[in-house]
C-alpha cells in the first residue's frame, strides 16, 4: 500500500506550499535520537541529523517534553498512506526555543513553548478563522487533494499524505513558521500540564463544542482513551446531565466510572443500541466517537480489512446512529482515513440525525482558551490521564506496548535529555520493561 501510495504521489506531483518539509542539518553534523518509521510495527529510535534553520521564519526547538498518541498507531500499522521508511514520527511536543530565523521577532531562544499538531501559514482564509488545521497552503499532498478534493495543513510526523514534516517525537524539531505554530507557555505552567495543548486538549475540546453538546444533554462517548476521557470531562464542564461511556478495557471503564460516567463493556454488551435505549429511552441528544477505526468488531469486517475492501469500519457509527434520539448529534474525531460498507445511511436520514465530521482539530481557534481559562484556573487539570512516564530511548518499546495497552497504559510523558523533573502530581519516571511485561 505505500509503495502505491508513494507512486501515486510522485506521478501527481507536489502541491504547491509555502513551506518545505526537508531541513537543513547543523554544520557540525551533530546528531539526536528520534522515533523512526521503518515498516508496519517497525519503529526504531535512530541517530538523526539535528534540524537547523532552513527557511526564515524557522524556529528550531530543544524537546522537553512528546508523547504517543491513538492515531500514532495507525502510521505503526502502516494504515495511513504515503509513509517512507526513515520518517521522524510524533505529533505532539513542547521544549525550549533553541534557534530562530531572521524573520522571527516574538519568541526568543530559551523561551518555553508548545507546538501544534498542524502546521499553519496564519494566511489563507482558514487561518484567518483560526482553523489551523484546514489550512490551505502547508501540505503538499497532491493524492489527499485527489482522494479527498481538499487537503489539511501540514502535520508534524504523521506520513507525506499530511506533506512529510519530521516528527516530534525527537530531541530537536524544525518548526516552520514558528510564530505562527507555537504557543509560549508561563513559567508557572508545568510541562506536564502545557504538552497536551499540542493535540488531545483541543481535540476532544473540539469534538464537544463542535457536535453542539449543551446544557442537559445525554452524551454517549464510544473509546475511552485519552481523548474520549478528556470530552468526558468538558461534556461535563458544558453541562452535560449523564454520559454514557462505551469500551471494553477495565482500565479505562474504571477511569470512566471515577469520572461519574455510566460504563458499556462492549466485550459483554454484544448490542450497544439495545443498551443504550435501555439506559436512555428515546435515545442520547449527542454521541461522540472518540476510538479508532482499524478494530473491526465483528468477522465481516474483519474479513472485509484483510482482503482490503475496506480501509475504515462503520460500526461505532451505525451504533451512534441508531443509539441517538430522532435529530440527535454525532460527532466524528476518531481518525477515519478512507472507505468503509454497510454504513447505515437510511437511519441517518430517516431519523434526521446531523452526523458531523469534526475533522482534525483546529489547535489554534482552542489553545489559548483552554490554557487560560481552564488549566491556569485549575478548571481542567491535564495530568489526571498521564499514566506513566518514560525516556525517549524506551519509544519503540512504548509503541509496541501502548499497542497491546499493556500495564494500563494511556497517556505518557516522554522525556529527554533536556527535561525538567516530574512536577508535583506526576508519574515518576520508570522504564516500559519494569511494566510491560
Known amino acids: 500500500m505505500q509503495t502505491a501510495a508513494n507512486v501515486a504521489q510522485s506521478q501527481l506531483g507536489e502541491a504547491p506550499t509555502v513551506v518545505q518539509p526537508q531541513y537543513k542539518h547543523r554544520e557540525d553534523d551533530s546528531t539526536m ?34 508523547t504517543i498518541c491513538g492515531s500514532d498507531l495507525h502510521l505503526y500499522h502502516g494504515e495511513i ?12 511536543f513542547m521544549g525550549v526555543v533553541d534557534r530562530i530565523g531572521p524573520n522571527v521577532k516574538n519568541l526568543s531562544i530559551g523561551q518555553r513553548v508548545v507546538a501544534s499538531f498542524q502546521i499553519a501559514c496564519g494566511k489563507c482564509r482558514y487561518c484567518e478563522q483560526k482553523l489551523s488545521s484546514f489550512c490551505d497552503k502547508t501540505n503538499s499532498s497532491s493524492l489527499q487533494n485527489y482522494l479527498y478534493g481538499t487537503r489539511d495543513a501540514g502535520f508534524f510526523g504523521y506520513s507525506h499524505f499530511t506533506g512529510g514534516f519530521p516528527g516530534g517525537q525527537a530531541e530537536y524539531v524544525r518548526v516552520p513558521l514558528g510564530e505562527v505554530n507555537l504557543l509560549p507557555i508561563p513559567n508557572e505552567v508545568s510541562d506536564e500540564d502545557a504538552l497536551y495543548l ?21 452524551v454517549g462517548i464510544w473509546g475511552l482513551g485519552p481523548i474520549g476521557l478528556c470530552s468526558a470531562r468538558w461534556a461535563k464542564l458544558k453541562g452535560a446531565s449523564r454520559i454514557i461511556a462505551i469500551d471494553k478495557i477495565p482500565d479505562r471503564l474504571q477511569r470512566a466510572k471515577e469520572q461519574d460516567c455510566e460504563v458499556i463493556d462492549f466485550s459483554k454488551v454484544k448490542d450497544i443500541t439495545q443498551k443504550v435505549h435501555e439506559l436512555v429511552p428515546g435515545g442520547l441528544d449527542v454521541a461522540l466517537d472518540c476510538g479508532t477505526f482499524h478494530e473491526p468488531k465483528s468477522l465481516l469486517h474483519k474479513g472485509m480489512k484483510m482482503l482490503m475492501l475496506e480501509t475504515d469500519v462503520p460500526e461505532t457509527a451505525n451504533e451512534m ?21 454497510g454504513f447505515n445511511i437510511g437511519a441517518l436520514m430517516e431519523k434526521g440525525v446531523r452526523f458531523i ?4 482539530a483546529p489547535v489554534h481557534k482552542y489553545w489559548k482558551e483552554i490554557l487560560h481559562d481552564y488549566i491556569m484556573t485549575g478548571k481542567f487539570d491535564p495530568k489526571f490521564m498521564i499514566s506513566h512516564r518514560v525516556p525517549l530511548e524506551d519509544m519503540a518499546n512504548l509503541y509496541a506496548a501502548f499497542d497491546k495497552r499493556i500495564g494500563g497504559v494511556e497517556k505518557v510523558f516522554v522525556e529527554t535529555r533536556f527535561s525538567s523533573p516530574p512536577s508535583a502530581g506526576s508519574p515518576k519516571l520508570t522504564r516500559v520493561d519494569e511494566w510491560a511485561r
Not at 443509539?323 to 440527535?328: A, L, N
Request: aromatic share 6%.
Open 81 to 92: 498512506l504515503a509513509l517512507q521508511k526513515g520518517d521522524i514520527l510524533g505529533h505532539e
Open 321 to 341: 446512529i441508531t443509539s441517538v434520539r430522532k435529530m440527535g448529534r454525532c460527532g466524528i474525531i476518531a481518525a477515519y482515513a478512507g472507505f468503509t460498507n
Open 33 to 66: 535520537k528520534a522515533l523512526a518509521w521503518f515498516g508496519p510495527t517497525d519503529v526504531r529510535v535512530v541517530d538523526a541529523p539535528i534540524p537547523d534553520i532552513t527557511e526564515p521564519d524557522d524556529v528550531i526547538v530543544r524537546v522537553t517534553g512528546t
Open 198 to 218: 499540542s493535540d488531545v486538549l483541543p481535540t476532544s475540546y473540539h469534538c464537544v463544542v463542535d457536535t453542539g453538546v449543551q446544557e442537559g444533554d445525554i
Open 357 to 360: 465530521g469534526n475533522g482534525q
